[in-house]
């Protein structure tokens, strides 16, 4: 699986949109891009995913750069309870184990 | 049920000693993964089930760590002679079908630790 670089931290006001990059520079064109999160103490939680094209979901926006190299994950209205370390992962078709890095750890703050 | 469900919540238990982790996958969840994550670490990828074997368990830290699916639902994880090193949370997730591109829905994991 091809390997991706988040920002260790982020800081977002609550209200407002968090945007969150990540690159992976080295996909290939049978991978998808994977955003999950996990709050405190939790298991991960699954938010979106995508190949080529922009997705949406009741959750969040995912921006693929057109040459795949990188990719947003847009939360359009922060709250706090979107505080969590965000991962983003590219892996291949069908679906396999996935590798979580450091991720970004978004605080959002009042 | 409803979620990914996994047991015991926490673990304490002696240099040495076996311990044995359950989870228990989305009904009709036919693909079971095991992961585990250490203090301020990112999720390490240990074992995948599609229906009851396991074609990949290069994963497995070592030759104390086995896992096991009986009728294509629960699994275990067992993990023999622990050490200290194997203190963790092991997190278990199941998806629909290893054939698709599909969300991993993850269960609460395990916080096993060694003393």
């Known amino acids: 699986d091809a390997k991706t670089t988040q920002p260790p931290s982020m800081d977002c006001a609550e209200g407002r949109a968090a945007n969150l990059p990540c690159n992976h520079s080295?996909?290939?064109?049978?991978?998808?891009v994977y955003w999950y999160r996990q709050i405190h103490s939790q298991g991960p939680q699954y938010i979106i995913h995508?190949?080529?094209n922009n997705e949406t979901n009741e959750m969040a926006s995912l921006i693929i750069t057109e040459d795949r190299k990188s990719s947003t994950l847009i939360l359009p209205h922060a709250t706090l309870r979107d505080t969590a370390v965000y991962y983003c992962?590219?892996?291949?078709?069908?679906?396999?184990?996935?590798?979580f890095g450091g991720g970004t750890r978004l605080m959002v703050k009042p | 049920g409803a979620g990914v469900s996994q047991s015991p919540s926490n673990k304490v238990t002696e240099k040495g000693k076996d311990v044995e982790l359950r989870c228990d996958p989305i009904?009709?969840?036919?693909?079971l993964y095991w992961y585990r994550q250490s203090l301020g670490q990112g999720l390490e990828f240990l074992i995948y089930?599609?229906?009851?074997?396991?074609?990949?368990k290069s994963g497995l830290p070592s030759d104390r760590f086995s896992a096991e699916r009986t009728g294509g639902s629960v699994s275990t994880l067992t993990i023999q002679r622990t050490q200290q090193e194997d203190s963790a949370v092991y997190l278990c997730?199941?998806?629909?079908?290893?054939?698709?591109?599909?969300?991993?829905?993850f269960g609460p994991g395990t916080r096993l630790t060694v003393l």
């Open positions: 009904s009709g969840h036919t693909a």
């Open positions: 080295t996909i290939s064109g049978n991978e998808y």
């Open positions: 992962i590219v892996r291949a078709a069908p679906g396999n184990m996935l590798t």
């Open positions: 089930f599609q229906g009851n074997s396991a074609p990949d």
């Open positions: 997730a199941s998806s629909l079908d290893w054939g698709r591109v599909n969300e991993q829905f």
């Open positions: 995508g190949l080529k």
